[in-house]
Nanobody, 121 residues
Framework: QVQLVESGGGLVQSGGSLRLSCAAS????????MGWYRQAPGKQRDMVAV???????NYADSVKGRFTISRDDAKNTVYLQMNSLKPEDTAVYYC???????????????WGQGTQVTVSS
């Protein structure tokens, strides 16, 4: 079994900062890409940022220059540093980690439980 535990969400004023964490635990053979997605009420879940095993990153245009994704492979953890937050960043944030599933014999994307980020104006 694999578990992803997210932390770090909360309420912050516009212009403020938050740091999200997502730690993977359990029967982990190997991890590939790690990423963050968000879903606002009534909208689809969208990619925010992803990071490869080599450290290459990709960001949504709306967060470039404000958010930074990083990973600590020794801790099986991915982070999202969010600066200069805006009300439109308000959403539930989910981490997604590509972990090798032994039963399926392939990489499988596991999701965290989600953490609420609310930015007040």
């Amino acid at each position: 079994q694999v578990q992803l535990v997210e932390s770090g969400g909360g309420l912050v004023q516009s212009g403020g900062s938050l740091r999200l964490s997502c730690a993977a635990s359990g029967n982990i053979f190997s991890i590939d890409a790690m990423g963050w997605y968000r879903q606002a009420p009534g909208k689809q879940r969208d990619m925010v940022a992803v990071i490869s095993t080599g450290g290459s990153t990709n960001y949504a245009d709306s967060v470039k220059g404000r958010f930074t994704i990083s990973r600590d492979d020794a801790k099986n953890t991915v982070y999202l540093q969010m600066n200069s937050l805006k009300p439109e960043d308000t959403a539930v944030y989910y981490c997604n980690v590509q972990i090798f599933n032994v039963r399926l014999s392939k990489m499988y994307g596991y999701w965290g439980q989600g953490t609420q980020v609310t930015v007040s104006s």
